[in-house]
Nanobody, 122 residues
Framework: QLQPVESGGGLVQAGGSLRLTCTSS????????LGWFRQAPGKEREFVAV????????YYADSVKGRFTISRDNTKNTVYLQMDSLKPEDTALYYC???????????????WGQGTQVTVSS
């Protein structure tokens, strides 16, 4: 079973950068679409980015396009989320997810990590 484990969250000032990392403590990420969702206090969980298996195609939420970059290293069984030009509204708990296909929907992902907190101060 896929067991995503996130790291790399923290506190950063607006305009700064963070890189989130996700590995699997269970089976490998092979053949899975991998993505990131986030949830801010009092808000619903929302899609951030996803990357496909194989020929890596990446998709982003409009709110992060041009600022965030998702990538994966299959040899290291790792997926990354590089976050630049961070804004206070990016503050949220960020989850790494795995699923059988590319989707922007929460329900399409069977495997979720515990989350890593990102806080952006103004």
């Amino acid at each position: 079973q896929l067991q995503p484990v996130e790291s790399g969250g923290g506190l950063v000032q607006a305009g700064g950068s963070l890189r989130l990392t996700c590995t699997s403590s269970g089976r490998t990420f092979s053949n899975y679409a991998l993505g990131w969702f986030r949830q801010a206090p009092g808000k619903e969980r929302e899609f951030v980015a996803v990357i496909s298996w194989g020929r890596p195609n990446a998709y982003y939420a409009d709110s992060v396009k041009g600022r965030f970059t998702i990538s994966r290293d299959n040899t290291k069984n790792t997926v990354y989320l590089q976050m630049d030009s961070l804004k206070p509204e990016d503050t949220a708990l960020y989850y790494c997810v795995g699923g059988s296909s590319i989707s922007r929907q929460v329900r399409e992902y069977d495997y979720w990590g515990q989350g890593t907190q990102v806080t952006v101060s103004s």
